[in-house]
């Protein structure tokens, strides 16, 4: 029985991981606070830069060992590609959902608190 099954698990957390990875690096190496697991309440309330650097590290590194180092992860490989691009899709769209809350994301027309 072929266990193929489990690298596409992988690549997909991956997928997610990477991800993940951009909004907690990028607001910290900005300086700037943002929601995080560490928070309180978690997930709401927002960590210092510093944490989120570290967070957003944590995440490239979880990413890298789930696509780079589990199986032959292969860019030719469509469905590699696509499972790897469905756990950033889908990352992506619960992380749009939960901080467009804070930020203003999910109402059109609306700008974010901070820009008012």
């Known amino acids: 029985m072929s266990l193929d099954w489990l690298y596409d698990v992988a690549y ?3 997928g997610a991981f990477f991800t993940n990875a951009v909004p ?11 929601q995080s697991p560490f928070a309180k309440p978690p997930g709401q309330g927002l960590s210092s830069s510093t944490v989120n650097v570290l967070w957003g590290f944590f995440n490239l590194a979880m990413g890298y060992l789930l696509v780079c180092r589990v199986g032959n992860f292969d860019l ?26 804070f930020h203003g994301g999910n109402t059109p027309g609306k700008t974010s608190p901070e820009r008012n």
């Open 12 to 14: 997909f957390f991956g």
């Open 24 to 34: 907690h690096f990028v607001s910290g190496v900005m300086g700037r606070p943002f």
């Open 76 to 101: 030719h490989s469509t469905e590699h590609v696509a499972v790897l691009g469905s756990g950033i899709l889908f990352i992506g769209l619960m992380s749009a959902r939960l901080f467009g809350r």
